[in-house]
């Protein structure tokens, strides 16, 4: 049977205006068949840009040139309900570590920023 773990990444983070927040998960630590989504939750007028990148080392993360982001110019009014909120399933490349990025695409701050990451 397979398992199901939901960790917080960022959670009701502020990020300032053209700044980024970033969460790491160490993936040796889970028992994972290799799907991951990622759900995010904004509020304020600013926007963010969400990427993952990869490390085996734990010191230098890369994104692959093919990988998109998993969310751009996310900002309060996007999301599936116009709610600030929305969720993505995607495929890193196979690493020990996972880096979750939050930039702020330099327009006005963010003053609440959760980001939750489901791993099986």
Known sequence: M???SVISILNDVAIAKNAAAFGVI???R???EGFFSAQIELA???AVDVVASMSNNGTDYITPSGMA???STFNATSGEGSD???I???DPLLS???KITATEDNTNPITALTIWLAIQ
């Open 26 to 28: 160490d993936l040796s």
């Open 30 to 32: 889970y028992d994972t």
């Open 96 to 98: 020990r570590y996972l």
């Open 44 to 46: 304020g007028t600013g």
């Open 84 to 86: 600030g909120k929305s």
């Open 88 to 90: 993505v399933s995607f």
């Open 2 to 4: 397979s398992n199901i």
């Open 69 to 71: 982001n998993l969310f």
